[in-house]
């Protein structure tokens, strides 16, 4: 019997067999998943009216000291993505540029625009709302007034080139500041592992990670959890079942007034999740497994075991852009 004929014939029983247990266990999570969750998009809203020279401009200033009072802070400063950072300065709280830390864990601004609201309170409605900020917020960047701020680009050769490019005007507003800065953050769209698996692909995740995936929805962390970001798409209250006592951040109260808005936050994305710790809106928990397991029982009234926090953190790990995906 020839070695290409016994190929064949195994080959035969293989098929004849019918998927794995392994694959028929994959592809049915998969269904239930792509019920509730949707692949990143290619492109974030308003990136449509996007123009390369735009871009160029804003990725400048994201990188510029030039709008801090010390000239030494950035935006990239705490929402750090050089080094293939995960958008994020991975502190509980971001020093300003006197040298002390703020209320609020810094978000990620990977995907940022693809959220329905900007900040954890959802103060600002856009990405480019959101970066006129804190540039003038005394905590962080500290500038006195936005004027200061456009005199300083104007006075800078390179910049009013680069504004006369990209607006065809070499007037610089701060309005166009922003708008450059906003420009930039919506390239900023990550690729992961889970979206070739919501794409068909079950060979993109581990078992491992799928089980971790099972879990999450069985779970019901899909209640505030879901859409493309996992997240980022409505206010939910820190503390809903178990009350949360680690700050007294009153969160979207702050902004309305409204009693109904106490301990209201917008649910972030889980997107990236892995690399942009410390978490929750104080930064209070630098552990993703332990940060799991309290928003279980706060949240769901769900009391999770060490091993199933452990199966769902490695579902996690999926949802890391693959440029910054740990490599093993």
């Given at each position: ?57 804003g990725k400048k200033l994201y990188f510029d ?242 091993e199933e926090a452990a199966k769902i953190v ?15």
């Open positions: 019997m020839s070695k290409y004929f016994v190929l064949i014939l195994a080959a035969l029983f293989v098929l004849s067999c019918g998927p794995s247990e392994d694959i028929v266990y994959k592809q049915g999570v998969q269904k239930q998943a792509k019920g509730m969750f949707q692949v990143i998009p290619a492109k974030m809203p308003g990136s449509e009216n996007d123009t390369a020279e735009l871009v160029e401009l000291g030039i709008l801090s009072k010390n000239k030494e802070m950035s935006c990239n400063t705490c929402h750090r993505i050089d080094e293939n950072k995960g958008g994020v300065d991975n502190l509980p709280t971001s020093p300003g540029v006197t040298g002390e830390p703020g209320t609020r864990n810094s978000p990620t601004v990977l995907n940022a625009g693809f959220q329905f609201a900007q900040f954890w309170d959802g103060r600002a409605k856009d990405l480019k709302e959101q970066a006129k900020g804190p540039v003038l917020n005394p905590a962080e960047m500290n500038m006195p007034d936005s004027m200061t701020v456009v005199t300083r680009i104007q006075d800078s050769p390179e910049y009013v080139a680069m504004f006369e490019k990209a607006f065809g005007s070499s007037e610089v507003t701060y309005d166009n500041v922003a708008g450059a800065i906003a420009a930039f953050e919506r390239t900023l769209v990550t690729h992961d592992r889970f979206d070739d698996f919501l794409n068909g692909n079950v060979d993109a995740m581990s078992r491992g990670e799928v089980e971790g995936l099972d879990l999450f929805i069985k779970k019901a962390c899909t209640t505030c959890h879901n859409g493309p970001l996992l997240g980022g798409n409505m206010f939910q209250k820190m503390g809903l079942v178990k009350p949360y006592t680690l700050s007294n951040d009153q969160g979207r109260y702050e902004v309305t007034k409204n009693e109904s808005d106490r301990m209201m936050f917008k649910v972030p994305t889980l997107r990236n999740v892995a690399i942009t710790g410390p978490y929750f809106h104080d930064g209070k928990v630098a552990d993703l497994k332990e940060a799991t397991k309290m928003m279980a029982e706060m949240q769901l009234a769900q009391t999770l075991t060490d490695k579902f996690f790990g999926a949802m890391t852009d693959k440029e910054r995906e740990p490599k093993m």
